[in-house]
């Protein structure tokens, strides 16, 4: 079982930035993938952004040059780093971490919302 812990979270103003920090119980060098997903009121949950064991990383179009996901392996963290923000990037972001055995597991999310 890997336990994520999101923080960070909160309002801001469009073109304001936040950094979000998903804390792993496991080491994440032990997990395959790493990510940030998001969900905003009547919308499905989307990928964002997503960090691979090998250090690949993948973004969604809509946050291209805007976002970049880090991880700091001493803590098991990951990071999302958002900059540029806009109102639609308001939404619940959550963490996801991918094991080798191919379970899923998810944090319990954090709000952000940007305010114009």
């Known amino acids: 079982q890997v336990q994520l812990v999101e923080s960070g979270g909160g309002l801001v103003q469009v073109g304001g930035s936040l950094r979000l920090s998903c804390a792993s119980s496991?080491?994440?060098?032990?997990?395959?993938?790493m990510g940030w997903y998001r969900q905003a009121p009547g919308e499905q949950r989307e990928s964002v952004a997503v960090l691979t064991n090998t250090g690949i990383t993948t973004y969604a179009d809509s946050v291209k040059g805007r976002f970049t996901i880090s991880r700091e392996l001493a803590k098991n963290t990951i990071y999302l780093q958002m900059t540029s923000l806009k109102p639609e990037d308001t939404a619940v972001y959550y963490c996801?971490?991918?094991?080798?055995?191919?379970?899923?597991?998810w944090g319990q999310g954090t709000q952000v919302t940007v305010s114009s």
């Open positions: 496991r080491n994440i060098f032990s997990i395959r993938t």
């Open positions: 996801k971490a991918v094991t080798y055995d191919g379970d899923n597991h």
